[in-house]
């Protein structure tokens, strides 16, 4: 079962049982997956539907931050948890201790000075295809290039 098909069938299921927190957040998945869809013009492979889902979560995690500085703890906690259901769907990311051993290969590969940094991030960031936080990638560069 694809992993669209896995969220199909779990907004079924969340529809049956009446949860409304589970369907909207599934619904919003599906759709951001059917722009993206079209966007493309085809049918969008299990990386392709991960990509988008962690673009998702990203923007979460940034409404999060927001919802929690103004002091909205109402809508934090339910951003939390539509985060929480849709990393659910993806696969784990690599730790900080795997992107870094990736930066090492690349830099070694590209000889890198700390003047190459957007070559490698462009290099080690095309390597995980979604199975790393930016901002992980960033650090391990950042480190490995001083």
Not at 87 to 98: I, T, V
Request: hydrophobic share 45%; glycine share 4%.
């Amino acid at each position: 079962m694809t992993l669209l098909e896995q969220i199909d069938a779990d907004l079924k299921e969340a529809m049956k049982a009446k949860n409304e927190a589970a369907t909207s957040t599934l619904r919003m998945v599906r759709a951001a997956c059917k722009n993206k869809q079209i966007d493309s013009g085809h049918v969008l492979s299990e990386e392709e539907a991960a990509l988008v889902m962690r673009t998702m979560v990203k923007q979460y995690k940034d409404a999060l931050a927001d919802f929690q500085a103004a002091g909205r703890n109402d809508l934090a906690e339910k951003q939390a948890k539509e985060i929480e259901l849709i990393e659910h769907y993806l696969p784990a990311l690599l730790n900080e201790a795997q992107v870094e051993e990736i930066c090492q290969a690349v830099i070694a590969e590209l000889k890198a000075t700390p003047a190459d940094m957007g070559k490698v991030m462009g290099a080690v960031m095309k390597r995980v295809a979604g199975q790393a936080d930016g901002t992980v990638v960033r650090n391990a560069v950042q480190k490995l290039l001083k």
